[in-house]
Nanobody, 120 residues
Framework: QVQLVESGGGLVQAGGSLRLSCAAS????????LGWFRQAPGKEREFVAG???????DYADSVKGRFTVSRDNAKKAVYLQMNSLKPEDTAVYYC??????????????WGQGTQVTVSS
């Protein structure tokens, strides 16, 4: 069983930056495939970024070049650095762990989510 807790969300102006963190407990962290998803009101949950091992990363086209995912296996943490934020990035952001891919159903464990609001 893996528990995930996100932090770092908040309110930021367009063009600003935020760094989300996700702390994990349980499981063998270094072997987990980790992902970030987001869900805006009235929309489906969508893939944002994923990381396996420490070097293989994947990004949604909408965030490529602006967001960076990273992990620290020693701290059992995964991060999402978000730069050049846009109002359309406003959503609840979730950390997830599981079998990978861009499909939410492939992830078995989820955090509670953290709100990111970008004002124009």
């Amino acid at each position: 069983q893996v528990q995930l807790v996100e932090s770092g969300g908040g309110l930021v102006q367009a063009g600003g930056s935020l760094r989300l963190s996700c702390a994990a407990s349980g499981g063998t962290f270094s072997t987990l495939i980790l992902g970030w998803f987001r869900q805006a009101p009235g929309k489906e949950r969508e893939f944002v970024a994923g990381i396996r091992w420490s070097v293989i990363t994947d990004y949604a086209d909408s965030v490529k070049g602006r967001f960076t995912v990273s992990r620290d296996n020693a701290k059992k943490a995964v991060y999402l650095q978000m730069n050049s934020l846009k109002p359309e990035d406003t959503a609840v952001y979730y950390c997830a762990a599981g079998r990978g891919s861009r499909v939410a159903s492939q992830y078995d464990y989820w955090g509670q989510g953290t709100q990111v609001t970008v004002s124009s």
